[in-house]
């Protein structure tokens, strides 16, 4: 069964045929350490890692070896030594469909099944531009689409870790306070495999020479319908009101305290305004650029894999 035409490059792998591809007779995780990974709202399974995480573990694996050899090789050819290069990742996907636990669940398989491999990951949400600046450029309305993240560090920030520099440093965000920490970073020091999450990180900026996937040697895409993902979006947001009712600190405390129905009123717009907008016009178009992609049904349940043929 073939995707729509223009996805037609992908071969389609029901859950079920996909888990036989690769036979996980045991999973070095379970439930416990699922839970402690898993984004709100999400849903993680040990089910879910042995038929479809550690298939895609082992072929991404596959495809690591791949790119070591390559380096081996063009080493040989130039007659120089062998430099340590890092294998990037690239997980993008809507707000709300569960880039994040992926992206943790994978990381963490990785270190199980591989410690003697430096694996390390990262979100491009520190690379959004502070608040303050949204603000004067005019677009903290339009926060998450492209041109509200700072591009060119983002762009050095990769090229750095790609050239294997140690102690590159990253700017970190809170989802709390809704804005980049001043003065806070995240260390990304030489990885073997670094894993770069964020809706971004397949796009093509307009006005850049270098784009964020030139750096990627494997990528992924979270895929659901957008109906499913403004229910999840929505269902977060409401876990996120819980969590902020007794903290003035955080950014939801406000609507946290107003009328529960004003609040999702105000949610509901949003995603009109600002995700499915986002998605539609910058995310989306992204996904035939994935060498996988998943796609969720409801619970988050992963139905099919789609894997990329050239």
Avoid: C
């Amino acid at each position: 069964m073939m995707m729509v035409e223009k996805l037609g490059n992908y071969d389609r792998f029901e859950r079920d045929h996909w888990r036989n591809l690769f036979d996980a007779e045991t999973v070095p995780l379970d439930q416990v350490d699922l839970d402690a990974i898993q984004s709100l709202n999400d849903r993680i399974s040990v089910a879910d890692v042995k038929e479809i995480y550690m298939p895609l573990v082992h072929y991404l694996l596959m495809r690591y070896d791949e790119f070591q050899r390559v380096n081996d090789d063009r080493s040989a050819f130039l007659k120089t030594p062998r430099r340590h290069v890092p294998f990037l990742m690239g997980i993008a996907g809507s707000v709300a469909v569960g880039k994040s636990t992926s992206a943790r669940l994978l990381a963490l398989l990785l270190h199980h099944l591989h410690p003697e491999l430096n694996v390390q990951q990262i979100t491009t949400d520190g690379f959004l531009y502070p608040n303050s600046v949204l603000e004067k450029k005019g677009l903290l309305d339009d926060k998450g689409f492209p041109d509200s993240y700072d591009m060119g560090k983002l762009i050095q920030f990769l090229n750095d870790v790609k050239q294997s520099k140690p102690k590159v440093t990253a700017p970190k965000y809170s989802h709390q306070v809704y804005d980049v920490i001043p003065d806070e970073v995240d260390i990304v020091d030489q990885p073997d495999i670094l894993i770069v999450e964020g809706i971004n990180v397949l796009q093509l900026p307009s006005q850049a020479e270098l784009f964020v996937s030139d750096f990627f040697d494997f990528s992924l895409y979270v895929d659901a319908d957008p109906k499913l993902i403004e229910h999840w979006y929505l269902e977060r947001f409401g876990m996120l009101l819980d969590s902020a009712f007794n903290d003035p600190t955080n950014y939801y405390h406000e609507l946290a305290t107003s009328s529960r129905e004003d609040a999702f009123l105000y949610a509901r717009q949003v995603w009109d305004a600002v995700n499915l907008r986002n998605l539609n016009e910058y995310i989306l178009p992204t996904r035939n650029r994935a060498n996988v992609i998943l796609h969720k049904m409801q619970h988050h349940m992963i139905d099919a894999v789609y894997l990329r043929q050239y």
